[in-house]
């Protein structure tokens, strides 16, 4: 992990952990409360921010049939395909956006960290140009 992203190891393992439970309701349309149980099962307070992780699936939850929209519209546009890893980023990089708690660079540069770490080695190209579409649209 790069030195001066050191001090935000547990916002940096909370954003992961929230792709992969992201990841898991898109594939299998898991239920909020057992995603968050296994979450806080396998994980401790000091590697994740639970109160964090919670608010932030909830947010994915409630929000969850636009966000599918948004994707659906982003693969419709020019007949791509979209890895489900990668919708799960696009998914929380929205979410955060939305959320309003940072600027919007720190989201994208963290969707593409989360997309380079989880995904195949050009999709950190798709996520950027994704997020900053949707961001040029508001």
């Not at 239920?31 to 149980?37: A, Y």
């Not at 806080?40 to 909830?58: A, D």
């Not at 956006?97 to 720190?106: S, Y």
Request: glycine share 2%; net charge negative; charged share 30%.
């Amino acid at each position: 992990m790069p030195k001066n992203l050191a001090k935000y190891k547990q916002e940096l393992q909370t954003r992961e952990c929230l792709v992969q439970a992201i990841y898991q309701y898109i594939f299998n349309e898991s239920n909020l409360h057992s995603l968050i149980d296994q979450f806080l099962k396998e994980n401790t307070p000091k590697k994740i921010s639970f109160n964090y992780f919670k608010q932030r699936l909830e947010n994915i939850f409630e929000q969850a049939d636009d966000l599918r929209e948004i994707t659906e519209d982003l693969k419709n546009n020019k007949g791509e395909s979209l890895e489900i890893i990668d919708e799960a980023i696009l998914w929380l990089g929205i979410i955060e956006i939305r959320a309003n708690e940072l600027d919007h660079p720190i989201v994208i540069d963290e969707c593409i960290r989360l997309a380079k770490k989880f995904s195949n080695p050009n999709s950190y190209k798709f996520v950027n140009a994704k997020l900053d579409e949707l961001l040029k649209k508001q």
